[in-house]
């Protein structure tokens, strides 16, 4: 079951992969060293507030720019379990799935959602619950190739499994 | 219902009957790529699959262009990772430095891009090879790694977006403008998830070396790819190059777009982005209005540094002083650009002007060596991206802009209009 419980990290529209993670700090692929950095050119103090609040809630195209999927490999590895956009860029959202970061397209949550609110998101249903004010939004779940790309935990288990069906 | 040209590209490379929009399908690959920031990540994840070798030495390129020759040794770390793997897995197409051009200017030059094809590579500028009538996005690493394991990709077919250009475009004004024009009317998600098809009497006008610049920044909307349909120029520029066969798609006439944008462009102007958007659009006598004073120049990557931007810049600069208050730093694209540019004289007009030349990097462009920005410092450039911190400094700004109005605004020191400077025969 795909269900997460934390507190709102919240940002704008338009936030892209030079600000998540800056060209600078793409001389490795080690995730505790891209978490290090992560945010860092668009909120200096993302390090401190990821410690308590581990859910992202973002506005539009976010993710826009580049392919590098050290963007949301730091995301993933600065703590924090799941994204919540009005939308996403294609390849940002391409590298969540395929390195197995939750993240969720849901535009009339973003708007209600403030910076510390409580937040329950089931992804089997697509759901995300306010606990702090009570509102609950739904969202179509994804379609079944992608879910179980996620179920499998990314998509290199399904590569691994295909691999061993295929005998190669 | 018809298809469009993306559409009928993605069938063919499926074991699908039929496709629509929105439809989530397995696509044969043609050809795959990476660059030394994003394949030592694909290299990792290959090998976790247990996939021995790749699934085709010759339709892999790998190209080290973004920090070689290496600027620090994490950089050559990743460089060495990758080389190691190109040479025991054979990979044919690996570019060691000193042979090595910005990978979207590379392979297309090399016939390794060609019509009809379906490429993805982990580069976001991957859809530049849409001017040649292919289908080509750009991925992250795991997909790429998944690529070379098994030589295809899970892709969701994309609508499509058409935009027609009519008129004849006025001088100084190229693709560069148009694209960027395209992305101020319909921002930077304007098309997101979306096939942008570039068509109309300019666009079958347009040198090939501009169709590549506007597929290039189509992803600066947001789109999965850029595509124009092949014709004579495409086939004038395939043909002594193209290293496999290749098949030419046409979009029918019934064929399905979400929307149709038709555009005159007879009075458009060069177009400057301002920061911190590529949407941020204004005709460059607005721009040069603000009076805005520049540290920097940069004229090269994937987006203007082909030998026809090379030869722009110097008939502005020819006989001229950069000014100065600045710095302009130039990038030839590839080797083979770079020895043209020096057989046709256009070198020594950059050194007399005084630039300084960069061997072929996609270093400046992304803030990562030959060129970074410090603090308040203020760049005009004719890269594709002018986000917050992107060529440096989180407090510097970057401007884009076509290459005569970067070769002017070098000499000016300030945003210029081509118009504003003499250009000496």
Same mark, same amino acid.
């Given at each position: 079951m795909?269900?997460?419980?934390?507190?709102?990290i919240?940002y704008?529209d338009?936030?892209?992969t030079?600000?998540?993670i800056?060209?600078r700090?793409?001389n490795?692929t080690d995730?505790?060293e891209l978490?290090e950095h992560c945010?860092?050119d668009?909120?200096?103090?993302?390090?401190e507030k990821?410690?308590?609040k581990?859910?992202l809630?973002?506005? @539009? #195209?976010f993710?826009? !720019?580049?392919s590098r999927?050290?963007?949301p490999?730091?995301?993933k590895?600065?703590? &924090?379990?799941?994204?919540?956009a009005?939308?996403?860029a294609?390849?940002f959202y391409?590298?969540?799935?395929?390195?197995?970061?939750?993240?969720?397209e849901l535009?009339?949550?973003?708007?209600?959602?403030?910076e510390g609110?409580?937040?329950k998101i089931d992804f089997?249903?697509?759901v995300v @619950? #306010?606990?702090?004010t !009570?509102e609950?939004f739904?969202?179509?779940?994804f379609?079944p190739?992608i879910q179980? &790309?996620i179920n499998?935990g990314g998509?290199i288990?399904?590569a691994i499994?295909k691999?061993?069906g295929?005998?190669? | 219902?018809?298809y469009?040209i993306t559409e009928k590209?993605?069938?063919?490379h499926?074991n699908n009957k039929?496709?629509a929009?929105?439809?989530?399908?397995?696509?044969?690959?043609d050809?795959?790529?990476a660059?030394d920031?994003?394949?030592?990540?694909?290299i990792?994840e290959f090998?976790?699959?247990?996939v021995?070798?790749?699934f085709d030495t010759?339709?892999?390129?790998?190209?080290?262009d973004?920090s070689?020759?290496n600027?620090?040794i994490?950089?050559a770390q990743?460089?060495?990772?990758?080389?190691e793997f190109?040479?025991?897995q054979?990979?044919?197409y690996y570019?060691?430095?000193g042979r090595?051009?910005i990978?979207?200017?590379l392979?297309?030059?090399e016939?390794?891009?060609l019509?009809g094809?379906c490429i993805?590579?982990?580069d976001?500028?991957t859809c530049?090879?849409g001017?040649?009538?292919?289908?080509?996005?750009?991925v992250?690493s795991?997909?790429?790694?998944?690529?070379?394991a098994?030589?295809e990709?899970?892709?969701?077919?994309?609508?499509?977006?058409?935009f027609?250009y009519?008129g004849k475009?006025?001088k100084?004004v190229?693709?560069?403008?148009?694209?960027?024009?395209t992305?101020?009317?319909i921002g930077v998600?304007?098309?997101?998830?979306?096939a942008?098809?570039?068509t109309?009497?300019v666009?079958?006008?347009?040198p090939m070396s501009?169709?590549l610049?506007?597929?290039?920044?189509?992803i600066e909307?947001?789109?999965?790819n850029?595509i124009?349909?092949?014709?004579?120029?495409t086939?004038e520029?395939?043909?002594?190059?193209?290293k496999?066969?290749?098949e030419?798609?046409?979009?029918d006439k019934d064929?399905n777009y979400?929307?149709?944008?038709e555009?005159?462009?007879?009075?458009l102007?060069p177009?400057v982005a301002?920061?911190?958007l590529?949407s941020?659009?204004?005709p460059?006598?607005e721009a040069v209005n603000?009076?805005?004073?520049?540290d920097q120049?940069?004229?090269?990557?994937?987006?203007?540094g082909r030998?026809?931007?090379?030869r722009i810049?110097a008939?502005?600069?020819k006989g001229?002083?950069?000014?100065?208050n600045?710095?302009l730093?130039?990038?030839?694209?590839?080797?083979?650009i770079y020895?043209?540019?020096?057989?046709?004289g256009?070198?020594?007009i950059?050194?007399s002007?005084?630039?300084?030349?960069t061997?072929?990097s996609c270093?400046?462009?992304?803030g990562?060596h030959?060129g970074?920005?410090?603090e308040?410092?203020?760049?005009?450039?004719?890269?594709n991206?002018?986000?917050?911190?992107?060529?440096g400094?989180p407090?510097?700004?970057?401007?884009l802009?076509n290459?005569?109005?970067a070769?002017?605004?070098?000499i000016?020191?300030?945003?210029?209009?081509?118009?504003?400077?003499e250009?000496?025969?």
């Amino acid at each position: 079951m795909m269900i997460f419980e934390g507190k709102a990290i919240k940002y704008g529209d338009n936030i892209d992969t030079d600000v998540i993670i800056p060209a600078r700090y793409l001389n490795t692929t080690d995730p505790k060293e891209l978490a290090e950095h992560c945010m860092e050119d668009l909120d200096p103090h993302f390090k401190e507030k990821v410690k308590e609040k581990n859910i992202l809630v973002v506005g @539009e #195209n976010f993710g826009c !720019g580049s392919s590098r999927e050290h963007a949301p490999i730091a995301i993933k590895a600065s703590g &924090i379990n799941c994204i919540i956009a009005k939308s996403f860029a294609r390849i940002f959202y391409r590298n969540a799935i395929n390195i197995g970061l939750p993240i969720i397209e849901l535009p009339e949550a973003v708007d209600k959602i403030k910076e510390g609110d409580v937040l329950k998101i089931d992804f089997t249903e697509g759901v995300v @619950e #306010n606990l702090t004010t !009570g509102e609950k939004f739904k969202t179509k779940p994804f379609p079944p190739l992608i879910q179980e &790309i996620i179920n499998k935990g990314g998509l290199i288990n399904f590569a691994i499994e295909k691999a061993r069906g295929e005998g190669l | 219902m018809g298809y469009t040209i993306t559409e009928k590209i993605l069938l063919k490379h499926s074991n699908n009957k039929e496709i629509a929009p929105n439809d989530l399908i397995f696509v044969k690959l043609d050809f795959i790529l990476a660059n030394d920031i994003t394949a030592p990540l694909a290299i990792k994840e290959f090998k976790k699959i247990g996939v021995k070798r790749v699934f085709d030495t010759e339709r892999i390129a790998l190209v080290p262009d973004h920090s070689t020759p290496n600027k620090d040794i994490k950089s050559a770390q990743q460089s060495k990772e990758m080389r190691e793997f190109a040479r025991e897995q054979g990979i044919k197409y690996y570019y060691e430095v000193g042979r090595v051009g910005i990978e979207h200017a590379l392979l297309p030059e090399e016939g390794l891009t060609l019509p009809g094809d379906c490429i993805i590579g982990a580069d976001s500028h991957t859809c530049t090879y849409g001017a040649l009538g292919a289908f080509s996005t750009g991925v992250g690493s795991t997909d790429l790694a998944y690529a070379m394991a098994f030589g295809e990709i899970w892709l969701k077919v994309p609508e499509s977006l058409k935009f027609v250009y009519y008129g004849k475009l006025p001088k100084w004004v190229g693709g560069k403008d148009l694209i960027l024009y395209t992305i101020g009317k319909i921002g930077v998600d304007g098309a997101r998830y979306m096939a942008m098809e570039f068509t109309g009497e300019v666009i079958k006008n347009l040198p090939m070396s501009d169709r590549l610049t506007m597929c290039n920044m189509a992803i600066e909307a947001g789109a999965k790819n850029g595509i124009i349909e092949p014709d004579e120029i495409t086939l004038e520029y395939i043909k002594p190059r193209a290293k496999r066969g290749y098949e030419l798609f046409y979009s029918d006439k019934d064929a399905n777009y979400k929307e149709v944008y038709e555009w005159d462009v007879s009075n458009l102007e060069p177009m400057v982005a301002f920061p911190h958007l590529p949407s941020n659009v204004y005709p460059v006598s607005e721009a040069v209005n603000k009076n805005i004073t520049l540290d920097q120049v940069y004229i090269g990557s994937c987006t203007n540094g082909r030998l026809e931007d090379l030869r722009i810049a110097a008939k502005i600069l020819k006989g001229h002083k950069v000014n100065p208050n600045l710095r302009l730093i130039i990038t030839p694209a590839t080797p083979n650009i770079y020895m043209q540019a020096l057989k046709e004289g256009l070198i020594e007009i950059f050194l007399s002007a005084g630039a300084t030349i960069t061997p072929p990097s996609c270093g400046p462009c992304l803030g990562g060596h030959l060129g970074v920005l410090a603090e308040g410092e203020r760049a005009l450039s004719t890269t594709n991206r002018n986000f917050v911190g992107r060529m440096g400094h989180p407090k510097s700004e970057v401007y884009l802009a076509n290459p005569a109005v970067a070769a002017a605004s070098a000499i000016l020191g300030r945003i210029a209009a081509p118009w504003e400077v003499e250009v000496k025969e």
